[in-house]
T-cell receptor
Framework: AQSVTQLGSHVSVSEGALVLLRCNYS??????LFWYVQYPNQGLQLLLK??????LVKGINGFEAEFKKSETSFHLTKPSAHMSDAAEYFC???????????FGQGTTLQVKP | NAGVTQTPKFQVLKTGQSMTLQCAQD?????MYWYRQDPGMGLRLIYY???????DKGEVPNGYNVSRLNKREFSLRLESAAPSQTSVYFC??????????????FGDGTRLSIL
């Protein structure tokens, strides 16, 4: 079965520090991978996606992620955290030939002043 | 530029009551989805509709029914609400059917409490 694991349900960083949110997936076929962000009392917004091609993907708000097939990982990074980055982040995969999304458990990012 | 619209935004029900959550999208998307979000569990797929006229079960369909009324609308019904169905419900849509490299677009959610 396909699955997505996000390591760390809560991550806390200082403003200006590196943000690293981890995501590992299992998929028997090449997946499409997504990162979404959810601000309080809102729906999910797409940060970035990997489908094919370049494995380093840039998204909105300065975030990027790298697809590493050998490690089955798709970690999200941002060089310098901003207070407005505080939110919950979800990694998701669309395995194979379905349109369904499988989500990780989510990681809450706290940014300290 | 509405995107995906869910109604209501909040609802409190008593155990055993029924309710229909409404979802409409104005992007001419083919696929639509219902998820529930619970703390520490991410989003789990309840039902989806790959195209108008079709619906299929997702990961957690028990206690729910759906209707794809037309291409725009996809409703979720709780026939006899239970406290375990207290959750935040999200509707989403996708322009494609089947294999999709396009992201899903989400509504703002319905926060449902069942007493």
């Amino acid at each position: 079965a396909q699955s997505v694991t996000q390591l760390g349900s809560h991550v806390s960083v200082s403003e200006g520090a590196l943000v690293l949110l981890r995501c590992n997936y299992s998929s028997s076929v090449p997946p499409y991978l997504f990162w979404y962000v959810q601000y309080p009392n809102q729906g999910l917004q797409l940060l970035l996606k990997y489908t094919t091609g370049a494995t380093l993907v840039k998204g909105i708000n300065g975030f990027e992620a790298e697809f590493k097939k050998s490690e089955t990982s798709f970690h999200l990074t941002k060089p310098s955290a901003h207070m407005s980055d505080a939110a919950e982040y979800f990694c998701a995969v669309t395995p194979g030939n379905t349109g369904k999304l499988i989500f990780g458990q989510g990681t809450t990012l706290q940014v300290k002043p | 530029n509405a995107g995906v619209t869910q109604t209501p935004k909040f609802q409190v029900l008593k155990t055993g009551q029924s309710m229909t959550l409404q979802c409409a999208q104005d992007m001419n998307h083919n696929s639509m989805y219902w998820y529930r979000q619970d703390p520490g569990m991410g989003l789990r797929l309840i039902y989806y509709s790959a195209s108008e006229g079709t619906t299929d079960k997702g990961e957690v369909p028990n206690g729910y029914n759906v209707s794809r009324l037309n291409k725009r609308e996809f409703s979720l019904r709780l026939e006899s609400a239970a406290p375990s169905q207290t959750s935040v419900y999200f509707c989403a849509s996708n322009p494609q059917t089947g294999l999709s490299n396009q992201p899903q677009h989400f509504g703002d959610g319905t926060r449902l409490s069942i007493l």
